[in-house]
Structure formats: C-alpha cells, structure tokens
C-alpha cells in the first residue's frame, strides 16, 4: 500500500502470498483436526474407565474411580511425594543415557566409517543387541549389586544399541558423492567428517537418540521395579504390595507423561537443528 498526496493505492496481494495465507490456514486447521483425534482414544478410555468403576463391575482395590485417583494425584503432589520420585528417576536416565548414547554414537561412527571395524564388531554387537536390556540384570546384579551403578548400566545398555546401529546406518546412507565433493575441495579426514558424513547422518542420528531414549526409559522402570528404594518404578511395585492401586495408578500416569514430554522434546530439537531440511522441503 503507498499513500501519495491525494490518494490511496492498494497494491493486490501476490498469488505467493495467497498460497502462503491458504496453506497457513490450513496447517492451522488441520493441526487442530489432528488435536482432536489424538483426543478421542484416552476421553474414551477415561468415560470407560469412569463408567466400569462407578457400576463397580471390578472391585475398587483392582480399579479405583478417576476421581479417587485424581484425589491422590493431589496429595502426591502437594506433599512433593511424586515429583521426589520423579527427580531421582529422571536424573538415573540422564546419566545412564548420556554414558550410553556417547559409547553408541562411537560405536556406529567405528562400524560406519570402517569395514574392518565393522567386520570385527558387528557379529558380537548384534549378539549382544538381541539380549533384552532387563535379561542383563541377574548378571550384573552379582557383579555390581544392586546400587547405582547397576542403574546406570542397564539405562546406558538401553541407549547404546539403537544409537549405534542408526549411526552406523546413518553414516554408510551418506552418498558416496558427497564424499568425493569434499574430496575434490582438499577437504582433510576431519572436515569431511563434521562437514559432510555426520550432516548427511543427523536424520538416522536423531532416529537413534529417541529410540535411545525410550529404551532407556522403559529399561529404568524395569531395573527399579526390581531393585530400588526410590523412583516411579519403586512407587509401583510399593503401591502394588500395599494393594493402592490408586498409587500405581499415579506412577503409571507420570511415566507416561514424562515419557511423552521427553520425546517431544526431542522431536522439536530435532527439527530446530535440522531446520534446512525442512526449509529445503517447504
């Protein structure tokens, strides 16, 4: 829009800018769609759950009412009781995953960027991959006891094999002409790595951080409900010993929202540190 002396002209939107406003609109709406959806599985689990305990068709030491739950939900958490337990179980997953991420992203980068590495490790590594991450337990307990750093290593147990298989994947997806561009630019062992093959992995890198993550997650509820005093884990097996099913309940929801929380948190740093991949594909 110019304004001169005597006049007012308005300049018609670009058919760009139209297309911009119609796909934003859009987005917009079938973002909200897609909310509700998403909504329509747990609001009906919620109404069954609300209807099978208010007809009592199950006992309420097996299936307490929502109302009941949501009752202890409050005291949990006005008493500090449930974010204790969610602290010291967060803070066993970062470290367990930090240890167990680092060991795998070395691993895949060895077994990517050298066939002879790859030759050497892979049959033992997959050996050892399909071993479940709790299946380890019995042994380490004998060797470390049932401390923290049994903890740790089941959680970095759950973390290493997923991060070093998409690693490892990421890196040999990278197109062999991209390394023969950095070679033709001189590019030294270094640049071609952190400018051109961990790039050209960082979609199969992330892929292996969330699975890392999840594995990691669901490998410490499994070693605290064996072995702990403290954490979500414990709170469900305490709640199932003391029959308050209430309790259990609780925990289940905080691991499942935490859960949540913690792969989408990842998903939006993925997408912010990636965000030329998605420029380049809008």
């Known amino acids: 829009m110019s304004i001169g002396s005597n006049s007012i002209t308005i300049k018609p939107a670009s058919a760009q800018q139209v297309d911009k406003a119609q796909t934003q609109t859009f987005g917009r709406r079938w973002g909200l769609h897609r909310f509700a959806i998403a909504l ?12 099978a305990s208010g007809r009592g068709w199950l006992p309420e030491q097996i299936l307490p009412s929502p109302a009941y739950v949501y009752s202890t939900a409050v005291d949990m958490i006005s008493s500090g009781e449930i974010f204790y337990h969610a602290g010291v179980s967060l803070g066993r997953v970062a470290i367990g995953f930090l240890f167990g991420a680092i ?29 479940p991450t709790l299946g380890w337990i019995p042994l380490l307990m004998l060797i470390f006891g049932i401390g923290e750093t049994l903890k ?7 973390a290493l094999v997923p991060m070093a298989i ?56 499994g070693v605290e409900l064996l072995a702990s005093s403290e954490g979500l884990g414990y709170l469900l097996v305490w709640g199932r010993q003391m029959f308050w099913l209430d309790v259990v309940m ?8 935490l859960g949540f929380v913690m792969d989408k948190a990842l998903d939006i740093s993925e997408i912010s540190v990636q965000r030329w991949k998605h420029e380049e594909g809008s």
């Open 40 to 51: 329509v599985l747990p609001v009906g689990l919620l109404i069954a759950w609300w209807i």
């Open 103 to 131: 060991a795998g992203l070395a691993l895949g980068m060895a077994m990517g960027l050298s066939q002879r590495a790859d030759d050497y490790v892979r049959p033992l590594f997959l050996a050892f991959a399909q071993i």
């Open 152 to 158: 740790i290593i089941v959680i970095a147990k759950g």
């Open 166 to 221: 998409n690693t490892a994947a990421g890196i040999r997806s990278v197109p062999a002409n991209l390394v023969e561009v950095g070679h033709a630019l001189r590019f030294g062992r270094w640049q071609t790595l952190r400018l051109i093959v961990l790039p050209g992995a960082a979609p199969s890198i992330f892929t292996g951080i969330r699975y890392g993550l999840t594995h990691s997650w669901t490998a410490l509820v």
């Open 250 to 257: 609780v925990a289940m929801i905080a691991i499942g929202i």
